[in-house]
């Protein structure tokens, strides 16, 4: 079983345009769809249309909308009361495949709820191959959550490995108890890269996208050699980069006509972890990876891709 938390869920709302934004206009959407979000979300999705067993934990009210969202979708979940509504996150595309994205803050998750997530993320985490943490943490939450709870399912679960998809301040804070409190795997972009090593993120994938991936390497295996075993980093069109104590590998995409980034990357880690966990080597799982990342690129809105859809073959894996 792969269990994921979403400490911080949403609705994402999408609206698709015909033309492209003109800043101060006023534009109308040739479509408008609501989806339940977020990247552990995102993350069981994909393993559970892949017949995986998966389970979303996240905090929500019995009568939020968002559990509905999630029942409609059939995504398998444990929700967490607490207090407030799911934040609403708005996703605006236009025809060239540009995305902007305006995210909501969401609501303040006070210590009681911090101690029920942590509780129920213990007891699940004993059935469980990989626990993914991903996503922003809410307001109310210490930065240095995520490190607190690998070392809570570690405590309960010394069997699962721990993948951890995070940013900006959480990221720093995880960098900082690698020591004592590195998870298996993480999967950062460029920038999230950047923060997590104290290098120019932009310029590593500045460089990436003209196909020198010396920098993102070089970056990883200083991770790797703080104790994170895996370091998957998603490039966008660029594919990505896989470097663990074993060696480094890169994937370029198959041919792609990008109609939403959104979710990508969490189609990325799915496969990343299914293929893992299915016994497959490094390079074929980042194969797996940069298939899955595409084929949800090439979907509109926020959707997840079936293993049918998976463009495998034209992936290409090369050793770096």
């Known amino acids: 079983m792969i269990l994921t938390l979403t400490p911080n869920p949403s609705i994402d709302a999408t609206l698709a345009l015909n033309e492209t934004i003109n800043p101060g206009a006023v534009h109308r959407a040739s479509q408008v769809s609501q989806v339940a979000g977020g990247k552990g979300v995102n993350v069981t999705h994909a393993v559970h249309l ?14 939020d909308h968002f559990l509905n969202l999630m029942e409609e979708a059939h995504i398998p979940f444990d929700a967490v ?12 595309t236009e025809p060239n495949g540009r995305t902007t994205k305006i995210n909501g803050p969401g609501p303040v998750l006070n210590e009681s709820v911090q101690s029920a997530i942590t509780s129920s993320l213990g007891a699940l985490a004993i059935g469980a191959d990989w626990v993914v943490l991903a996503g922003s943490l809410p307001k109310g939450v210490p930065t240095e959550w995520y490190a607190m709870l690998v070392d809570a399912i570690r405590a309960a679960a010394p069997q699962a490995k721990v993948a951890v998809d995070t940013s900006d301040a959480p990221m ?9 409190s590195a998870p298996n795997l993480i999967k950062p972009n460029g920038l999230e890269l950047g923060q997590l090593t104290g290098t120019d993120g ?3 994938e500045a460089a990436a996208e003209k196909g020198d991936f010396s920098g993102v390497v070089e970056a990883a295996q200083v991770v790797v050699k703080r104790g994170i075993g895996e370091v998957l980093v998603t490039l966008g069109g660029a594919g990505a980069v896989l470097v663990t104590a074993d060696g480094a590998w890169a994937a370029t995409p198959p041919p792609t006509k990008v109609m939403s980034t959104v979710g990508a990357g969490d189609s990325s880690l799915a496969g990343y972890i299914l293929a893992r966990r299915a016994g497959k080597d490094f390079a074929e799982s980042l194969r797996q990876s940069v298939a899955y990342g595409s084929a949800a690129a090439a979907l509109p809105g926020t959707q ?9 073959d034209q992936t290409i894996v090369s050793s770096l």
């Open 304 to 312: 997840i891709p079936t293993p049918e859809q998976i463009n495998i």
């Open 81 to 92: 009361a607490m207090p407030g509504t799911v934040r609403i996150n708005t996703t605006v």
């Open 202 to 204: 932009e310029a590593l």
């Open 50 to 63: 892949a017949g995986v067993k998966s389970v979303a934990l996240l905090p929500a009210h019995k009568g």
């Open 172 to 180: 720093v804070a995880l960098s900082e108890r690698l020591e004592t």
